[in-house]
C-alpha cells in the first residue's frame, strides 16, 4: 500500500457535513484510497455503505433517490453512517441527485470519487455550491515514491537519508522520471508490464474519457495533440502552429486542451506579469502531470538518460513539487519570459512575495547565475531566489536577493 499524503486531509473532512468529493484521473488510485477510509472507520466502530457505480448490482439503487435510501436504511439502519459512492460520474445529472440528497439533512456523511470527468460533463460545482469540498488526487509524487520504495524506514528523517543516499535517489529519480506516478506502475518492478500498464492507461484515457466526454469522431487528431504538447513540455504554445499540425481549428483546440487540463494529463501555467490585463493575455505553456504518461505518449518510455529533452523532463518533474506546495498554500506557479528572450523557468507566486526559481539538469561544480535569472532580480528585486541542479548546495547574494542553490531533493522539504 502506497501512503498518500494527502490522506489525513480527507479523513479529517469526514466531521464536516458537507460531501467529501475526492477526483482525478482514472487508476489514480481513488477506489484504494476510498476502501482505506471505509476499512479505518470500520475499525472505529463506524457503519458503512459502500457503492461501486461501475458495478451493474450497485447501479440500480441509483435509479431514484428512495430507492438508495431504502438501500441504505436497510443495511445500516437510520441513526447515521457513513455512505461511499464510487465512480460516481457513471450516474447522470450526479450533481443534481447528490444535492437533493445533501438537502434532506439525512443523518449520513456522504463521500464520493470519480473521474476527471466528474466536474466536466455533470456540473457538479454549480450543482453542489456551498455543499461540498473537493480533493484532487494526483498522481504518487516523488516524496511518496521514496517512502514506498524504503519500506517507509525514512518517515521521521527523510531529509537525512537524501543526503546520504543520493545516489540511490538518483536512481529512484530516474525511474521516476522515466515511468511516473501512477500507482499501479509504482508498485510494478517489470519494465515490460510498466510500458503495458500505461499503454492501457493511456488508451483508456483517450477511448473512454476523452471520445465519450467530447464526442469526438477523430480521437486520432486529439492523441496527435498531446504527442505534439509532450515534445513541447515548458514551451509557449503556439495555436497556429498547433492548429495546423493537428488540423484542429482555433477554438476546437483550445477547447481541447481546456478538457486535457480538467482530465488531468496537462497544466498550464501562464506569465509571470505585475499587469493582470497581460498575464491573462500572454502565451502560457504546458507541463505533463505525469511523465509516464507523457513518455509513453512519444514512444520514449525508460530512455530517460538516453533520449532528448531529458532536461525538459527534469524541468516538468521540478514543476509537479512546486505546483504541489503552491496547491497547499494557495499560491501560484508561473513562469517569465520578456520579448528579449531573457527567462526564467518558475516564479513562485505569493501574492506578497515573488520566488523566482531556476532548474539546471545538471551536476553544477560552482554557482553559474544566468543573465536572466539576472534580470528577474534586478527588476523585482526578491528576497530570495533558487537554482536548482543535481547535486551542488550552496548560497550567494546578488544585490538584496539570498540565491540559494540546491540539489532537487532539498526542494521536497523547502516550504519557501
Do not use: C
Amino acid at each position: 500500500m502506497i501512503k498518500r499524503t494527502i490522506y489525513p486531509s480527507i479523513f479529517r473532512h469526514l466531521k464536516a457535513k458537507e460531501i467529501t468529493i475526492i477526483t482525478g484521473a482514472r487508476q489514480i488510485g481513488k477506489t484504494t484510497l476510498l476502501k482505506q477510509i471505509s476499512k479505518e472507520l470500520v475499525q472505529q466502530n463506524k457503519k458503512i455503505q459502500f457503492f461501486n457505480l461501475d458495478i451493474p448490482s450497485d447501479n440500480t439503487y441509483f435509479a431514484n433517490q428512495e430507492n438508495l435510501l431504502q438501500k441504505i436504511k436497510l443495511e445500516i439502519g437510520t441513526k447515521g453512517g457513513y455512505i461511499f459512492i464510487d465512480e460516481i460520474q457513471r450516474k447522470e445529472n450526479a450533481g443534481l441527485f447528490l444535492k437533493g440528497l445533501y438537502d434532506r439533512d439525512l443523518p449520513y456523511k456522504w463521500i464520493v470519487s470519480g473521474s476527471g470527468s466528474l466536474e466536466l460533463k455533470e456540473k457538479i460545482q454549480e450543482s453542489l455550491a456551498g455543499r461540498k469540498r473537493m480533493f484532487e488526487m494526483y498522481p504518487v509524487t516523488f516524496a511518496e515514491l521514496l517512502h514506498y520504495k524504503t519500506d517507509y524506514k525514512y518517515e521521521s528523517d527523510l531529509s537525512a537519508y537524501l543526503t546520504i543516499e543520493h545516489q540511490q535517489v538518483r536512481l529512484l529519480l530516474k525511474e521516476y522520471l522515466n515511468y511516473g506516478g501512477y500507482p499501479r506502475i509504482v508498485t510494478e518492478e517489470s519494465s515490460k508490464e510498466k510500458r503495458l500498464l500505461l499503454e492501457e492507461i493511456f488508451r483508456s484515457y483517450i477511448e473512454r474519457d476523452i471520445t465519450t466526454l467530447l464526442s469526438l469522431n477523430r480521437p486520432d487528431a486529439f492523441t496527435l495533440l498531446i504527442r505534439l504538447l509532450a515534445d513541447r513540455i515548458g514551451s509557449p504554445i503556439n495555436y497556429s502552429t498547433l492548429s495546423n499540425q493537428t488540423g484542429i481549428s482555433l477554438p476546437t483546440l483550445k477547447k481541447y486542451l481546456w478538457y486535457a487540463e480538467k482530465t488531468f494529463i496537462i497544466k498550464i501555467i501562464r506569465p509571470f506579469f505585475r499587469n493582470v490585463k497581460k498575464e491573462l493575455t500572454k502565451t502560457p505553456i504546458a507541463y505533463f502531470v505525469d511523465l509516464g504518461l507523457r513518455n509513453y505518449s512519444l514512444g520514449l518510455l525508460g530512455n530517460v538518460g538516453e533520449a532528448h529533452n531529458s532536461g525538459l523532463l527534469f524541468e516538468n518533474f521540478i514543476f509537479q513539487i512546486l505546483y504541489e506546495k503552491a496547491s497547499n498554500n494557495g499560491w501560484q506557479v508561473k513562469y517569465w519570459r520578456t520579448k528579449d528572450k531573457a527567462e526564467v523557468d518558475f516564479v513562485l507566486d505569493k501574492g506578497f512575495e515573488v520566488v523566482p526559481i531556476e532548474v539546471k539538469y545538471q551536476e553544477l561544480k560552482r554557482p553559474t547565475i544566468s543573465r536572466s535569472f539576472r534580470s528577474f532580480m534586478e527588476k523585482y528585486q526578491p528576497k530570495k531566489a533558487y537554482l536548482v541542479n543535481l547535486s551542488l548546495e550552496t548560497e550567494l547574494e546578488i544585490e538584496n536577493t539570498k540565491v540559494n542553490i540546491i540539489p532537487y531533493y532539498k526542494l521536497l522539504e523547502l516550504d519557501f
